[in-house]
């Protein structure tokens, strides 16, 4: 595998030994039950997609994350780019240093949380540094002013049990070892170009996996892709998890690709937009990734009460492409790709050829969906729609 982990090291803090396990219970000062976000967070920490941390951010971190974008290591030569700052919210003052925390979900020990630090953080810088806005119609300056609590703790996560999910989740080091069991030609270095994504897959996202499994020029011949949906919680009116899940798995039967892994990632979105693609390329590098499809408005969102943008369509692919070096994954920004009645192209191909262009928004998708109209073949797969009429939603 060409792809070194970020840091140098792929984090595993999986305890393993029964015995040992059952002492670091029997140290616990307490228990909290944690909500879905804050266990996406926990399972990223203790299974290395959030590589290098081994744990939950302490202020010193935290601080140089949300400023500078730098996860700080030991020394000056060990810090990192590190997009997002990870960090375990609460409003109970007890949590204090020195405490041990067994964290449980649905009351089943997923982690041991030594905590080293307590810290009141400053949201409003955080809400601007991090996601441009301090507006609570962005989606995250809402969760962290209005859910989440108002210290964070810092300290180290020990992982005892891999959370009880209706999705299959694989670790990083698991989808490592696949990828390079699915090589083509396993003399030459493998290119693993990493495809995110939230919501259903419909043709325009398959047309630009299918490019970059052609693009042999940023690419190279020895490549895959890694399809890798997020499945955590995202937005209050997105699919559910599972819905998309299957949706997925619908597809990965019916393509069948032979180049091409489907796996999912515990991971709870943001739509942090540039900072937040920056979190995205960092997750799939660890995942055994090179390079990473980044789309238009990549993580973006939109205000609920005027409908514009919190992003430019190109800022995350400037920023990834102003750090690609420091990210050690190279962003494959794609171009303004439109259907027309001849397929899809460019856009300004199909301007040059004065081809009418097919447009369909998101919205009125789900309209027609949720109305039993007939969905247009060229922009979603049969088998998707099939599946989202039988839940009732788009």
Same mark, same amino acid.
């Given at each position: 595998?060409?792809?070194?982990?970020?840091?140098?090291? &792929?984090? %595993?803090?999986?305890?393993?030994?029964?015995?040992?396990? %059952?002492?670091?219970?029997?140290?616990?000062? #307490?228990?909290?039950?944690?909500?879905?976000?804050?266990?996406?967070?926990?399972?990223?920490?203790?299974?290395?997609?959030?590589?290098?941390?081994?744990?939950?951010?302490?202020?010193?971190?935290?601080?140089?994350?949300?400023?500078?974008?730098?996860?700080?290591?030991?020394?000056?030569?060990?810090?990192?780019?590190? $997009?997002?700052?990870?960090?375990?919210?609460? %409003?109970?003052?007890?949590?204090?240093?020195?405490?041990?925390?067994? &964290?449980?979900?649905?009351?089943?020990?997923? @982690?041991?949380?030594?905590?080293?630090?307590?810290?009141?953080?400053?949201?409003?810088?955080?809400?601007?540094?991090?996601?441009?806005?301090?507006?609570?119609?962005?989606?995250?300056?809402?969760?962290?002013?209005?859910?989440?609590?108002?210290?964070?703790?810092?300290?180290?996560?020990? +992982?005892?049990?891999?959370?009880?999910?209706?999705?299959?989740?694989?670790?990083?080091?698991?989808?490592?070892?696949?990828?390079?069991?699915?090589?083509?030609?396993?003399?030459?270095?493998?290119?693993?170009?990493?495809?995110?994504?939230? %919501?259903?897959?419909?043709? @325009?996202?398959?047309?630009?996996?299918?490019?970059?499994?052609?693009?042999?020029?940023?690419?190279?011949?020895?490549?895959?892709?890694?399809?890798?949906?997020?499945? =955590?919680?995202?937005?209050?009116?997105?699919?559910? *998890?599972?819905?998309?899940?299957?949706?997925?798995? @619908?597809?990965? @039967?019916?393509?069948?690709?032979?180049?091409?892994?489907?796996?999912?990632?515990?991971?709870?979105?943001?739509?942090? $937009?540039?900072? !937040?693609? &920056?979190?995205?390329?960092?997750?799939?590098?660890?995942? +055994?990734?090179?390079?990473?499809?980044?789309?238009?408005? #990549?993580?973006?969102?939109?205000?609920?009460?005027?409908?514009?943008?919190?992003? +430019?369509?190109?800022?995350?692919?400037?920023?990834?492409?102003?750090?690609?070096?420091?990210?050690?994954? /190279?962003?494959?920004?794609?171009?303004?790709?439109?259907?027309?009645?001849? *397929?899809?192209?460019?856009? *300004? !191909?199909?301007?040059?050829?004065?081809?009418?262009?097919?447009?369909?928004? =998101?919205? /009125?998708?789900? /309209? #027609?969906?949720?109305? *039993?109209?007939?969905?247009?073949?060229?922009?979603?797969?049969?088998?998707?729609?099939?599946?989202?009429?039988?839940?009732?939603?788009?």
């Amino acid at each position: 595998m060409s792809s070194v982990p970020h840091g140098g090291k &792929l984090i %595993n803090t999986m305890v393993t030994d029964q015995k040992r396990v %059952n002492e670091l219970m029997a140290s616990c000062d #307490m228990e909290i039950e944690v909500n879905d976000r804050q266990l996406c967070d926990i399972e990223c920490i203790m299974e290395g997609a959030f590589s290098p941390l081994t744990g939950f951010m302490t202020e010193r971190e935290y601080t140089s994350v949300v400023s500078d974008r730098v996860f700080p290591g030991a020394d000056a030569d060990q810090s990192v780019i590190f $997009g997002l700052p990870v960090v375990f919210d609460t %409003n109970d003052t007890s949590l204090v240093p020195g405490k041990t925390v067994l &964290l449980k979900h649905q009351h089943v020990p997923i @982690a041991v949380f030594q905590i080293s630090s307590q810290y009141t953080p400053d949201k409003c810088k955080e809400a601007q540094s991090c996601y441009g806005s301090t507006s609570i119609e962005h989606p995250a300056v809402w969760m962290i002013t209005a859910e989440r609590g108002r210290f964070y703790c810092g300290g180290s996560i020990l +992982g005892l049990n891999r959370p009880i999910r209706d999705v299959p989740c694989r670790s990083p080091a698991e989808v490592r070892a696949s990828l390079v069991a699915m090589a083509p030609d396993a003399s030459s270095p493998l290119s693993v170009v990493a495809f995110q994504c939230r %919501n259903p897959i419909h043709r @325009a996202h398959w047309e630009l996996i299918a490019r970059a499994l052609s693009d042999t020029e940023r690419v190279g011949g020895n490549s895959l892709v890694l399809v890798h949906p997020t499945v =955590g919680p995202t937005q209050h009116d997105d699919v559910p *998890g599972r819905v998309r899940y299957e949706t997925y798995e @619908a597809l990965r @039967a019916e393509l069948a690709h032979p180049r091409v892994q489907w796996d999912y990632l515990s991971y709870s979105m943001h739509m942090g $937009g540039p900072r !937040e693609a &920056l979190q995205h390329m960092i997750i799939r590098k660890n995942y +055994g990734c090179t390079h990473f499809i980044l789309g238009r408005d #990549m993580a973006g969102c939109k205000s609920a009460l005027t409908g514009d943008d919190f992003y +430019g369509p190109a800022d995350s692919q400037e920023m990834a492409a102003a750090n690609t070096e420091a990210l050690g994954v /190279k962003p494959l920004p794609t171009a303004n790709i439109v259907s027309t009645d001849q *397929g899809f192209m460019l856009a *300004g !191909e199909a301007k040059e050829k004065g081809l009418a262009v097919q447009k369909l928004s =998101g919205s /009125k998708f789900r /309209k #027609m969906l949720r109305a *039993g109209e007939d969905i247009p073949s060229w922009f979603a797969f049969e088998s998707v729609v099939k599946i989202l009429r039988s839940h009732n939603d788009a």
